[in-house]
């Protein structure tokens, strides 16, 4: 089994930073790519990044590319998103995900690890 948590969210002003941090623990040797996904009120979830295990390949969705930055911690067993320039619809709840494979898949249906999520909301 692979535990998943995220923290690191909050309330932030538009234009304003935020990193939020995911601890993967129990089985981590099963887990190679890992990734960030987010989920606004009534919609679905949907893929913000993710970095292969060795962080040689990295995807990002165009709405946060130039803003948010992925990198990980193998050591540690942690990945990192840094959001700068936070726009209001950044606001949902972001999910750190990871799976067992090495491409960092931009569809939440490959990851079979999941964590509870933390909120971020970015007022006006």
């Known amino acids: 089994q692979v535990q998943l948590v995220e923290s690191g969210g909050g309330l932030v002003q538009a234009g304003g930073s935020l990193r939020l941090s995911c601890v993967a623990s129990?089985?981590?040797?099963?887990?190679?790519?890992m990734g960030w996904f987010r989920q606004a009120p009534g919609k679905e979830r949907e893929f913000v990044a993710a970095?292969?295990?060795?962080?040689?390949?990295?995807n990002y969705a165009d709405s946060v590319k130039g803003r948010f930055t992925i990198s990980r911690d193998n050591a540690k067993n942690t990945v990192f998103l840094q959001m700068a320039s936070l726009k209001l619809e950044d606001t949902g709840v972001y999910y750190c995900?990871?799976?067992?494979?090495?491409?960092?898949?931009?569809?939440?249906?490959?990851?079979?690890?999941w964590g509870q999520g933390t909120q971020v909301t970015v007022s006006s």
């Open positions: 129990g089985r981590t040797s099963s887990v190679f790519a």
């Open positions: 995900a990871g799976r067992s494979n090495s491409w960092p898949s931009l569809s939440p249906t490959d990851y079979g690890y």
């Open positions: 970095t292969s295990r060795s962080s040689s390949s990295i």
